[in-house]
């Protein structure tokens, strides 16, 4: 009774579309774990004795390494990010911005999903950001940063 195992969990994934029925309507998809996400809770792994096997810290195909960049059918066809886009939950920009939040300069900051700045808050972008955006988010909806009513957006 020494089997292989499985686990019935959701992976956290950073984007796997909730609806799509064929390629063709299918526009993006990063299959590396989110940031503290269950594919990356050890105590989710899945050991073997199998000396085959190369142990690692998290759980599926994928660390946060997006390694089938550049040469598989998703990555020839424009349905990934690029391999070099690594977001995490300091760079990911929620999607809500309840509170002042400051953008500074150098950094890389991605949009994987619509981003709503609520009233107070003060969304500051220093001169010198990079701000990245996936085609679309799970739900199928285009990352979109919205300033709502009272709330503001400050870029030089």
């Known amino acids: 009774a020494n089997g292989p195992t499985s686990r019935s969990v959701d992976p956290n994934l950073i984007l796997l579309p909730n609806t799509w029925t064929t390629y063709s309507n299918l526009n993006q998809i990063d299959p590396r774990p989110v940031s ?11 050991g073997s ?33 690029s ?11 929620s999607s809500s911005i309840t509170s002042n939040l400051t953008l ?4 890389t900051y991605y ?3 619509q981003v709503f700045v609520k009233s107070p808050a003060v ?5 010198g950001v990079i701000v990245k955006s996936y085609r679309q988010d799970a739900s199928g909806k285009a990352p979109t940063l919205v300033i709502e009513q009272g709330a503001k957006i400050i870029a030089a």
């Open 123 to 127: 969304l500051t972008i220093e001169p």
């Open 104 to 107: 500074f300069a150098g950094g």
């Open 83 to 93: 391999g070099d886009v690594k977001p995490t939950t300091s760079t990911t920009l």
């Open 36 to 46: 503290g996400g269950n594919a990356l809770d050890a105590s989710l792994a899945i």
């Open 49 to 81: 004795s199998n000396s085959f096997f190369s142990s690692a810290a998290y759980s599926g195909a994928f660390g946060t390494d997006l390694w089938i960049d550049g040469w598989s059918w998703l990555s020839v066809n424009g349905l990934l990010p």
């Open 111 to 113: 949009m994987t999903q």
